[in-house]
């Protein structure tokens, strides 16, 4: 079984291409926390390549961006290639079979909070005393 979740942000906005016949394909890194920190008692964060196909392609190009948190379900993938130099180039990336996007691309942006109106109740104590209890 070769199935992949990671949560993570994007290092920058992806790169969104169409192949010959036409299809969309997007590529980026994505920014991965590991949940132990080092020796050191830093973070340590993995930059993972990400490729998405077809409609997650492009609904990945167009609603995230540099900074967004995103979800992704795929695959790992390892190709090689001959490099310009001669030498065997190996790439190991997670194909996106499915997003999330954790964040919206305004999110970044500093915006005044809401205030959210609460319904009766909800984290909101009544003044009662005992004696006024049916019970």
Do not use: H
């Not at 969309?24 to 949940?35: D, E, W």
Request: aromatic share 6%; glycine share 8%.
């Amino acid at each position: 079984m070769n199935n992949v979740n990671l949560v993570g942000r994007l290092t920058k906005d992806v790169e969104l291409k169409y192949t010959g016949s036409q299809t969309a394909v997007a590529t980026g890194t994505l920014a991965v926390n590991r949940q132990f920190k080092s020796a050191n008692g830093e973070k340590e964060t993995d930059f993972i390549n990400i490729v998405a196909w077809r409609k997650t392609a492009e609904i990945l190009s167009n609603y995230a961006s540099k900074g967004s948190q995103i979800g992704i379900t795929g695959r790992i993938q390892t190709r090689n290639y001959e490099g310009n130099d001669g030498k065997r180039v190996y790439v190991t990336e997670v194909v996106a079979e499915s997003i999330n996007l954790l964040d919206s691309r305004s999110s970044n942006e500093q915006q005044p909070p809401q205030k959210q109106e609460r319904p009766f109740g909800a984290n909101n104590p009544m003044d009662i005393s005992d004696d006024d209890l049916p019970f």
